[in-house]
């Protein structure tokens, strides 16, 4: 990872911080698929969209859950790269979509979390690809419609089962997060992965692999 592309992250994962403590606003779990904004709007959901584009580049100005030009433009740029009517309106097409492929904050702390407490000893490309696994299943249609059913789903992650979800996690598994998040996935498609010395159930080593990095195998 080149020192240009860390600081660029470093200083990504410090306006989201920033933002999401000095907004004023209370950031809903999920804003409601069904809730219609538009220039004018403001609401804590206006806020959750902000952040949402915020992470994937598309919003640069600071979250301020007010429905403005610039939160406008930042629809319509994210409308139109996902085939989406541009019209800068956010209704339930643009919310389903924004959920899919994006985040707000307190699914970007779990999928953070998770990212730690599963692959805090891997190198940082091996953290991306534990957050890609997690992106790649919220896309794929398979699973729950939401990070934080994917990441308690019975049995999906072993340090959820055995508690180290819970550690703190440092600021690269947040840069790890958000990069997964947008897009990019060492594990070419993955939608499991484990650790070949310790795995011993015979389902896992039948799915085709896609790579191995570090101490993980990927498979579909």
């Known amino acids: 990872m080149t020192l240009i592309k860390k600081l660029i992250l470093v200083t990504l994962f ?8 000095t907004s004023g606003l209370s950031e809903p779990a999920y804003a409601a698929s069904s809730t219609v904004l538009k220039q004018g709007s403001v609401s804590g959901d206006v806020w959750d969209l902000q952040f949402r584009l915020k992470v994937l580049g598309y919003y640069t100005k600071p979250l301020d859950g007010i429905y403005g030009s610039a939160t406008a433009a930042a629809v319509r740029n994210f409308q139109q790269v996902y085939g989406l009517t541009a019209d800068g309106y956010t209704g339930t ?21 998770i990212i730690y407490s599963e692959a805090r000893g891997e190198s940082y490309t091996g953290q991306v690809a534990v957050g890609a696994v997690v992106m790649n299943r919220l896309q794929s249609g398979s699973f729950p419609n939401n990070i934080h059913d994917i990441v308690f789903q019975p049995g999906a992650f072993t340090a959820v089962s055995d508690g180290q979800y819970w550690l703190t996690p440092d600021s690269a598994a947040y840069m790890a997060a958000q990069d997964a998040v947008r897009g990019w996935d060492p594990t070419y498609g993955a939608l499991y992965y484990f650790n070949p010395a310790t795995a011993t159930s015979s389902w896992i080593w039948s799915r085709p692999q896609t790579v191995q990095i570090g101490n993980h195998i990927f498979a579909k």
């Open 93 to 113: 097409d643009t919310w389903n979509a924004l959920r899919k492929y994006t985040v707000n904050q307190a699914d970007l702390d779990i999928l953070a979390k």
């Open 14 to 21: 410090s306006v989201i911080a920033v933002g999401t403590t």
